[in-house]
T-cell receptor, first 111, second 116 residues
């Protein structure tokens, strides 16, 4: 069966520090991968999606970036965090255009 | 993109059926209705989806009206573990669709509280 992992589960980082969140998927090949952010009390916002290794599409302009160095690995990064980057970050995967399955999430607090 | 409208909150007695409504009056003919739920501090969980016909799986049933302008998610026997925010989503297409990627637009959903 397929599983999706995210780490770390929680993170507290100062403003201006770098960020690296990792997501890995097991049990499937060539998945579509997604990064979402959920700010407190708000819905999910799609940040990035990827249909293959090295292929990244950004949905909203921001100081975050994403990379997909391997088929089942998706990384969310920032060189300098802002206070507004605080939130709940979720990775998801899907097979082609079918339903998406979400990971457990990373709660990021920027202080 | 079709938008959805859901009540902000609902209560349901434990053991009773929970019926969660969703309005999607501007849905297009090739757009699906998806339902997800999110238990506090966890990632969203896929529940069910449908196009025209009613659907049922081990978690829930989805009833879509004939004109497809609204739908209802039914949890037949709600338990305390079903307390969550339920999202009704209409699938839209992404600009890049080389592998059929699609975007899920999550609104604020319905907060379902199952009461003992």
């Amino acid at each position: 069966s397929q599983t999706i992992h995210q780490w770390p589960a929680t993170l507290v980082q100062p403003v201006g520090s770098p960020l690296s969140l990792e997501c890995t998927v097991e049990g499937t090949s060539n998945p579509n991968l997604y990064w979402y952010r959920q700010a407190a009390g708000r819905g999910l916002q799609l940040l990035f999606y990827s249909v293959g290794i090295g292929q990244i599409s950004s949905e909203v302009p921001q100081n975050l970036s994403a990379s997909r160095p391997q088929d089942r690995q998706f990384i969310l990064s920032s060189k300098k965090l802002l206070l507004s980057d605080s939130g709940f970050y979720l990775c998801a995967w899907s097979v082609q255009n079918y339903e998406q399955y979400f990971g457990p999430g990373t709660r990021l607090t920027v202080t | 993109d079709a938008k959805t409208t859901q009540p902000p909150s609902m209560d349901c007695a434990e053991g009773r059926a929970a019926n969660l409504p969703c309005n999607h009056s501007t849905i297009s003919g090739n757009e699906y209705v998806y339902w997800y739920r999110q238990i506090h501090s966890q990632g969203p969980q896929y529940i069910i989806h449908g196009l025209k016909n009613n659907e049922t799986n081990e978690m829930a049933s989805l009833i879509i009206t004939e004109d497809r302008k609204s739908s209802t998610l039914i949890l037949p026997h709600a338990t305390l573990r079903d307390t969550a925010v339920y999202y009704c989503i209409v699938r839209v297409g992404l600009a890049y669709s080389g592998a059929g990627s699609y975007q899920l637009t999550f609104g604020k959903g319905t907060k379902l509280s199952v009461i003992p």
